[in-house]
């Protein structure tokens, strides 16, 4: 019996330790989640509720016409058309290049192989600033200025790098003795990589796809400078940033085109996040 008091304190102990901890991180979260919390509230609010009801989440009244103005009046249809063709074809660009390339630079070793990762690797660090001008004259010599076809080109050649670097990893980490009951069995090295290592990086895929969607749906930079003279080119980034100037009053409606503009990646992380998870460990073992 008398034991069994000091076990009980520390269980007890425990458990009030769990809990301060747990509520502890209940105010981070809350506090984390206030400012999309009040910009969906706000997306639902009248003009009027906007202003007389502050910070307060909830709306006074449910006005669904911001969505309808912000889509219709603020061309935000025609923006998230242009967005997801962009991101979509980036995204299977990214995925097909760094996937081969990744696949290679794991399976294969020549000289100044580390030397050469070394310098791609530096291109990461490089600011947009510092390579906008060749590109931009780059772009602009082969026809493509003020097109989606630009900007999708520019965003899928600055995504290769780090998505060939997760790959590379996730293929070293794939036991060898796959590969080589495939090449027992006959297949060739375009065959071992599309019918045997590719279906393996299921996670990877996954993860590079939601890196890169993400990143490319809410690119700002490229898409401004590569359509600058044609608006209807706009995507949903360049959109609000023209929303925020041309309807500078109308918060309502800006919150409502932000909560649009979110959407489509918060349930694109809800659909991979397992296998995002998985592919990041699978990468960070290697």
């Not at 076990?7 to 979260?29: D, I, P």
């Not at 097909?96 to 990461?124: N, W």
Request: hydrophobic content about 55%; aromatic content about 14%; overall charge positive.
């Amino acid at each position: 019996m008398i034991l069994q008091m000091p076990v009980q304190r520390k269980k007890w102990r425990q458990r009030l330790s769990a809990g301060f901890v747990h509520m502890v991180l209940l105010v981070f979260s809350v506090c984390w989640m206030y400012p999309f919390l009040w910009m969906l509230g706000s997306s639902l609010k009248t003009g009027k509720d906007f202003f007389d009801r502050g910070l307060n989440i909830f709306p006074g009244e449910v006005s669904w016409e911001n969505y309808v103005h912000a889509w219709e009046t603020g061309n935000f249809g025609l923006y998230f058309i242009n967005t997801v063709v962009v991101s979509l074809v980036v995204v299977v660009l990214v995925v097909i290049f760094t996937a081969m390339a990744g696949y290679a630079l794991s399976r294969t070793d020549f000289p100044g192989k580390k030397v050469l990762l070394g310098l791609i690797a530096l291109t990461l660090f490089l600011p947009h600033g510092y390579t906008i001008i060749p590109v931009f004259d780059l772009i602009q010599r082969l026809g493509l200025m003020n097109s989606l076809g630009s900007v999708i080109l520019v965003e899928t050649a600055g995504g290769m790098v780090f998505s060939t670097f997760l790959f590379m990893g996730y293929f070293s980490s794939i036991d060898r003795d796959i590969e080589d009951a495939a090449r027992v069995d006959g297949a060739n090295y375009h065959q071992r990589f599309w019918r045997v290592m590719l279906p393996l990086a299921g996670p990877m895929i996954a993860t590079v796809t939601l890196f890169t969607f993400i990143g490319s749906w809410n690119n700002f930079f490229i898409p401004l400078v590569f359509t600058l003279g044609v608006p209807e080119l706009r995507t949903l980034a360049v959109g609000m940033y023209a929303f925020v100037g041309e309807n500078s009053v109308d918060w309502t409606s800006l919150a409502a085109a932000s909560v649009i503009t979110l959407a489509p990646i918060i349930l694109l992380f809800l659909l991979l996040q397992r296998y995002f998870i998985n592919g990041v460990a699978g990468a960070i073992k290697s």
